[in-house]
Structures are given as structure tokens and as C-alpha cells.
């Protein structure tokens, strides 16, 4: 199969149709092998426009899946990421979303929950020269306040909220893109800090698939 074509197509016909114009978007996209970061059963699916699980469900928590390209490509676009900017990706899974990060930005903390799929991603990462990332385990809604601030943090799947946890970890005037809820009535936003206070905007819809660890506690009703 000619990955390379294919993968041509998916920015042409994906990305590009669903008003993504940021040249370095376009070019993280254009660059980064897909093929590589699925299972080997699923190489000849790497490019059509869906998302591709990489682990199943276990231990309660939803199956993990690779973005599909356009929601993540506009999200990417979305948080205006710039060769300066260090940035937390939250849910880093097989490390795709992270390689086009790694591409945009300057530098790329990924926080994964499951050891499994973070060993899998740094081999990855190291195999391919995506030299500025480094892979973490941890739990996904708590961040990596160990390396932060950052100016940007990239929530790599649908929450059900965002936690002050990590609002917290960005700079003065940095941002954080999510998509919040679930289904097709979730909404991609954009928060910034400023003064120490998180203000968001929404932008469009999408639906895209859950992390875990970002339920909202059971509130007490009366």
C-alpha cells in the first residue's frame, strides 16, 4: 500500500475540507506516518476517516482509540501552537497526536495512564525521531505539574469536565483545548489563563471518543 498517497488523500480530502488552513497543521499531517502508530491488523485502514482503536476496554475504564483526522487536526488549529510553545498532551495513547504536536510546537510533556500504550508510544516516538517528546505515566486528570507551566495543554479526547488540576498548570495567557461532553452534542473549547483565572469559548461541535479518569464526582440532590 502507498502510505504516502494515502496519506496525501486523507489531508486533501479530510483535513483541508473541514477549513483547516494552518500551514503547519497541513504539514504535521502531511508528515507524520499514521500507519505506524495503529495495530498491524489496522495498517491498511491508517488513513480513512475514523477512529482506530489501539487498546481495549479494561479495568472499567472506555476502549482507547486514535483521533480520528479532522477533530483533531481543527483542534490542533485550534490551540495556535507556535515553535515556542512547550506543550502537555493529556491522553497520549499509541503517541500519534503527539508526533503532530511534536511538530508544531517546541516541545511535547504526553501523560498516559496505561503503561502498556505508553511504552508502546515511546518505542514509537524513539523510532521514528520525534526526539521532543517524552512520554509519562500517570493519571490523565491530574496532569504533569512537574514540567510546567506549559503554554499549551491538549486534552486528546472527550471529557466530561475540565479540572482546575490542570487549568492550573498553564502559563499566564496559556491555553487549553478540550472537547467537553459526550456524543454529538460535545463542544470544542478553547480556555485561557489570565490573572489566574480560566475563562473558555466554544467553537464547534464534535464528537469525539472518551478519556478516562474525567467523570464529574456524583453531586448530593435533594
Known sequence: MDFEAARTKMVDNQIRTTDVTSHSVLSAFLTVPREAFVPADLKPLAYIDEDLQVAPAQDGNPPRYIMEPSPLAKLVQLAAITKDDVVLEIGCGAGYAAAILSQVGGSVVAVECDGTLAANATATLSELGYDNVAVVTGELEKGYAGEGPYDVIFINGAVEEVPETLLSQLHEGGRL???????????????????????FSEHFNTSVKPLPGFRKAAEFVF
Open 177 to 199: 483545548v478540550a472537547v467537553v461532553g459526550y456524543g454529538n452534542a460535545a463542544r470544542a473549547r478553547l480556555y485561557v489563563r489570565a490573572h489566574g483565572v480560566s475563562s
